[in-house]
């Protein structure tokens, strides 16, 4: 059975703290989509790690680790963090595995990534600037590269040099790039890679049947699905419940649980609409106490109130059966809190969130004052020793959203967790 882990907002909510958590006992931990473009930082035994590839399960003794299909794989960030996790004492020998069905993200396509964001201007997406875009990009386009096809040097090297034409066509002299030295570095990562790589379907049904303990560790979140997202401003995979499936061929009949990862207020990193943003003291003290820097970029993350119709339309599309609240603590000491509870524009109320962006840009947010704690809930284990406002908050938010607050982050620490 197969417990998943997913983002319900725009991401950083701490997907990696609850998988990192939930992992105890796990046999098998995989990734489904995205590529390290995704950032989780974790706290085990007083080191903080921050892992952008690999599932936060390569932390947990004895846990498999899968890469799958869906994802996109950037062989040197692989390298590179398999080598800090085993220098920090953690054994990864047979533990991290890739599906030969995931495609490569080439320094190419991070060339590429940066032309196209200089191209956009002003409308810029605000990628991370990994490659990740135009890596799924030739992916939908058939002209890609399987981590498969690395061990086939001739393949390879034809395929990469006809996408470095076919680039250098659009961008000419702007795109500075040879492929022979791409290729030259792959004759050197074959060797090294060929020991974590699978054929995942005969892996995952083997899985499936003899009832192995699974957990998925979504990337990004739902309202940056390419799909369902605040379209152009999203990443390029499928975020939500739909791209689990597609990226690693579980049985839908053998789901456990699927938790939404919500944190106690809003951010989001890069450009696009964020109707509950506050540009103010507001946003800068969110910012400044919750240490809101992306894992990946580094960059500020923009903050809000928490927009419950966010997390309301993210539920109708992913289902979840429990809600991981996240940074509870970070509202400590705020006098109120808010939370965003419905959108209008010119008068009417909008029945859900809305995908187009002249609207989202145009509407009026109504919120929600709740009164604060002021008290600290750093550290609190139960749920009864949480100040009484607090709790209200809580089921304040499952009343709205329809689903069960189940655990309740207080800290970065893994133990700084309530499960009710």
Known sequence: MATIVLGAQWGDEGKGKITDVLSEGIQLCCRAQGGHNAGHTIVKNGKTFDVHILPSGVLTEGCVNLIGTGCVVYIPQLFKEIKT????????????????????????????????????????????????????STKATRSGIHVADIFNKKLFDTRLRNMATGFKKRYG??????????????????????????????????????NVRMLVEGANALMLDIDNGTYPY????NTGLGGVFTGLHLNPRKIKETIGVVKAYTTRVGSGPFPSEQINKIGEK?????????????????????????VKFSNSINWYDAINLTKLDILDDFDEVKVA?????????????PANLDVLENMEVTYKTLPGWKSKTVGLSKYEDLPENARKYIEYIEEFVGVRVKYIGTGPGRESMITR
Not at 102 to 109: M, S
Request: aromatic fraction near 6%; charged fraction near 30%; include cysteine.
């Open 85 to 136: 996790v085993e220098e920090n004492g953690i054994d990864t020998t047979d533990r991290v595995l890739v599906s030969d069905r995931c495609h490569v993200d080439l320094d190419l396509h991070t060339k590429v990534d940066g032309l196209e964001e200089v191209e956009l201007g002003k409308g810029n997406i605000g990628t991370t600037g990994k490659g990740i875009g135009p890596t799924y």
């Open 173 to 210: 002299d702007l795109l500075q790039y040879d492929p022979e030295e791409e290729i030259a570095r792959f004759d050197g990562y074959r060797e090294t890679l060929k020991p974590f790589v699978v054929d995942q379907v005969p892996l995952i049904e083997s899985a499936v049947k003899g």
């Open 341 to 353: 509870v419905e959108y209008t524009h010119q008068g009417q109320k909008l029945v859900s969130f």
């Open 286 to 310: 969110l910012q400044q106490v919750g240490k809101e820097y992306g894992v990946t970029t580094g960059r500020k993350r923009r903050c809000g109130w928490l927009d419950l119709v966010v």
């Open 234 to 237: 999203v990443t390029s995979s």
